[in-house]
C-alpha cells in the first residue's frame, strides 16, 4: 500500500470514528451554530418538498429566528416527499402564495411537545398558523402507548418517527400533509348532506334530477379547490346551482 492510499485509510477511519463518537448520545447534542430546521431535514433526507416550502414562504427562517428567541421552543410535523407525492395532482399549485404560508405554518406548533406529552395535550392544539377554532386551523391529537395521530379534520396523519428532538425543537416525521380545514375543508355556508336530504322535494325544484346526489365529502373539498369544480362527477347540479 503506498503512501497516499494509507493517508487515505486513515482518514476515512478517523472520519468514521468522529462521527460515531458524535452520535453516540442518541439525539443529544444540538449541531454546531444555531439550529437549522433545513439542515435537519437535509440531514434526514426524504424531506426535498418540504424544504423548498420552508423556503418559498420563509417559514423557515421564521422558525430559526424564533428557535433563538423563545425559550416555549417549537414542534414541527415534516411530511416526507412521499406524502406530498400522494397528494391530488394540483393541490398545491391551487394555492395563493398566502395559503402556502399559512399551509406551512400549520405543520408548525409554539411549544416544544415530546412524544410523551402529547398524551397530556388538549385539543385543539394550537399551530402557527393561528386560530384553532373549528373550522379555522384545528389540528386534534391522539394518542396510544407510543403512537400519536393527528387530526385536521381534512385528513389523519400517523407520526412515523422522530427526525431530531432537543429540550427546544422536536421534529417529527408525519405520513401525510396536513391540510387544514379552513383551505382544504367545505366552506362554511354549503348546507350539510343531511340537510340537503331533508328538504322538501319543492326546495330542489330547480335542481332536476338531483334529489337523490348526496353532496359527498369530495364534492364539498373540490369546491374549495377552486378550479376543480367541474371535474367533480357528484353534486355538480346541486352546486351550480347554488353557487354558479
Ligand atoms: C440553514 O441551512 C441551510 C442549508 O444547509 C443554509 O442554506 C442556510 O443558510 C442555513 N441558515 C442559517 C441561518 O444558517
Ligand atoms: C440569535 O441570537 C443572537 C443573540 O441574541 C444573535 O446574535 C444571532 O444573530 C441570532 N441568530 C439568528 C440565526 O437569528
Ligand atoms: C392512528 O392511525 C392509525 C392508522 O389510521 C390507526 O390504525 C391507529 O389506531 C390510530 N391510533 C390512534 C391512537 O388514534
Ligand atoms: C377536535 O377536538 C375538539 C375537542 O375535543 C372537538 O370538539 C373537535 O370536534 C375535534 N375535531 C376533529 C377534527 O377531530
Request: net charge negative; proline share 7%; glycine share 6%.
Amino acid at each position: 500500500m503506498d503512501h497516499f492510499a494509507f493517508s487515505m485509510l486513515l482518514l476515512v477511519l478517523l472520519f468514521y470514528c468522529t462521527k460515531t463518537l458524535a452520535q453516540s448520545p442518541a439525539q443529544a447534542p444540538a449541531p454546531a451554530g444555531p439550529t437549522n430546521i433545513t439542515k435537519i431535514l437535509e440531514k434526514a433526507g426524504q424531506f426535498t418538498s418540504f424544504i423548498r416550502l420552508l423556503s418559498i414562504t420563509e417559514v423557515g427562517d421564521q422558525i430559526n429566528t424564533q428557535l433563538n428567541n423563545s425559550n416555549q421552543g417549537l414542534t414541527v410535523f415534516a411530511p416526507a416527499d412521499n406524502a406530498f407525492s400522494s397528494l391530488k395532482s394540483g393541490t398545491l399549485n391551487s394555492l395563493s402564495d398566502q395559503q402556502k404560508v399559512a399551509l406551512v405554518q400549520f405543520h408548525v406548533l409554539p411549544t416544544f411537545l415530546s412524544m410523551s406529552q402529547f398524551q397530556t395535550a388538549s385539543n385543539p392544539l394550537r399551530t402557527q398558523a393561528g386560530n384553532s377554532d373549528s373550522g379555522q386551523f384545528p389540528l386534534n391529537v391522539t394518542t396510544s402507548g407510543n403512537q400519536v395521530n393527528v387530526s385536521t379534520g381534512v385528513d389523519d396523519a400517523t407520526v412515523a418517527n422522530t427526525i431530531y428532538t432537543d429540550n427546544q425543537l422536536a421534529v417529527y416525521q408525519v405520513d401525510k400533509v396536513l391540510l387544514p380545514l379552513s383551505i382544504f375543508g367545505s366552506p362554511a355556508p354549503v348546507p350539510a348532506p343531511s340537510a340537503l336530504a331533508k328538504k322538501s322535494p319543492a326546495a330542489d325544484a330547480p335542481v332536476s334530477g338531483s334529489d337523490d346526489v348526496p353532496a359527498d365529502d369530495s364534492g364539498t373539498i373540490g369546491l374549495a379547490m377552486h378550479g376543480m369544480l367541474m371535474v367533480i362527477p357528484l353534486g355538480v347540479g346541486v352546486l351550480s346551482a347554488r353557487w354558479l
